[in-house]
């Protein structure tokens, strides 16, 4: 297992050197143009490839879990015609009819996705290098790579294009609110000072640190990522010594697990001494889909519970002082669908997507 683990690890450090990271922007939100469905499209994609499509997709194949989960959010799932099925896209509960992977349950089976005759393939930023995108396209078939890093703002903006090339702008700006509204509700629950440390635990004593996906997805919770504030950058091991004399409040791990996968030794901090334990769904905390807005809700609502509490008793007694008093109705300011509080950290390539579920498995 732990020969396993090095070699993803080390998989995922040179995919991500091939992938530019931006200097954090706080939590301010960002802009993202409503997706616009008008064929014939053309669009380049994250390879400078021009892929254009005369008219609307009847059939599309997911080469990832993350690009799957993205299809299947903005509900176009009735145009898949092939995506990885196995362990990492359990979740979607598809029919093993549409399995175009490898036994590995991510790897994706060129010849496989050949047969489906699609009209479109989504490629994950990850498969850019990757010569399967090249013999598909030799094959004749058009593929889009996302051109984007797999960043919280990068998936807001993968939804977009989704939309845009599938013809499901409707559904897409939906799944954009959606997103909007979790993440609003999170921002306003999480303190912006004295949040508690944490340790992501992914297991034999690897972590997530600066320059990850991860690392956002914690940081966008409320709480302060141990890895990253002990220098590490990409996923590396974190010695037993650092983490006691660190002592976090909190240890993160993949629900896979079952229980925290941490050394003897760390059982002497606080986190562990405490029970203070937030164990996440594993894909959603490593594939970079819409709902990786759960890990993050996950996350907060564990750490942060008295807050969420607070701010719901605060929108119940407003509602009902608006009741008594019968006030004109107001419209509720929701934000625009393309506008994403707390996505505002671009960061590395969470490079193979779905390998990192991997890690949870002893």
């Known amino acids: 297992?732990?020969?396993?683990?090095?070699?993803?690890?080390?998989?995922?450090?040179?995919?991500?050197?091939?992938?530019?990271?931006?200097?954090?922007?706080?939590?301010?939100?960002?802009?993202?143009?409503?997706?616009?469905?008008?064929?014939?499209?053309?669009?380049?994609?994250?390879?400078?490839?021009t892929v254009t499509l005369e008219e609307e997709p009847e059939s599309v194949v997911a080469l990832q879990p993350s690009d799957a989960q993205t299809v299947v959010e903005i509900g176009a799932e009735y145009k898949l015609v092939g995506m990885p099925v196995g362990e990492f896209t359990?979740?979607?509960?598809?029919?093993?009819?549409?399995d175009i992977s490898e036994d590995d349950g991510v790897t994706p089976v060129t010849e496989e996705v050949i047969d489906r005759e699609p009209d479109v393939v989504l490629a994950a930023n990850a498969l850019a290098g990757d010569d399967i995108v090249d013999q598909l396209r030799d094959a004749g078939l058009e593929v889009y790579v996302y051109p984007t890093e797999e960043s919280?703002?990068?998936?807001?903006?993968n939804v977009r294009?989704?939309?845009?090339?599938?013809?499901?702008?409707?559904?897409?700006?939906?799944?954009?609110?959606?997103?909007?509204?979790?993440?609003?509700?999170?921002?306003?629950?999480?303190?912006?000072?004295?949040?508690?440390l944490a340790y992501y635990e992914m297991g034999d004593g690897y972590t997530a640190g600066q320059g990850t996906f991860q690392d956002e997805i914690l940081t966008t919770a409320g709480v302060d990522n141990l890895g990253a504030e002990a220098?590490?950058?990409?996923?590396?091991?974190?010695?037993?010594?650092?983490?006691?004399?660190?002592?976090?409040?909190?240890?993160?791990?993949?629900?896979?697990?079952?229980?925290?996968?941490?050394?003897?030794?760390?059982?002497?901090t606080t986190a562990y001494q405490n029970e203070q334990f937030v164990a996440v769904d594993s894909q959603f905390m490593s594939q970079p889909g819409p709902l990786v807005v759960e890990a993050i809700d996950e996350i907060a609502q564990v750490v942060h519970g008295d807050e969420f509490e607070d701010d719901a008793a605060a929108a119940d007694d407003a509602d009902g002082e608006a009741d008594d008093t019968g006030g004109d109705e107001t419209d509720a300011t929701d934000g625009d669908a393309e506008s994403i509080p707390g996505f505002g950290v671009a960061v590395a390539a969470l490079a193979l997507i779905g390998a990192i579920g991997l890690f949870v498995r002893r």
């Open 1 to 49: 297992m732990r020969k396993l683990l090095v070699l993803c690890i080390t998989v995922l450090l040179a995919v991500a050197t091939f992938t530019p990271a931006v200097a954090a922007g706080g939590a301010a939100a960002i802009s993202e143009e409503s997706p616009t469905c008008e064929f014939p499209l053309e669009l380049e994609d994250g390879t400078g490839e």
């Open 90 to 98: 359990a979740y979607l509960d598809a029919d093993e009819e549409l």
């Open 152 to 157: 919280l703002d990068g998936v807001a903006e």
């Open 161 to 196: 294009l989704t939309g845009e090339l599938l013809g499901e702008c409707e559904g897409a700006d939906e799944s954009l609110e959606w997103m909007d509204d979790r993440l609003s509700e999170i921002e306003a629950a999480v303190p912006d000072e004295d949040r508690p």
């Open 231 to 268: 220098g590490l950058e990409d996923w590396e091991t974190l010695s037993e010594e650092v983490v006691l004399e660190a002592d976090p409040e909190w240890i993160v791990y993949g629900a896979d697990f079952g229980e925290p996968p941490v050394a003897e030794s760390v059982m002497g």
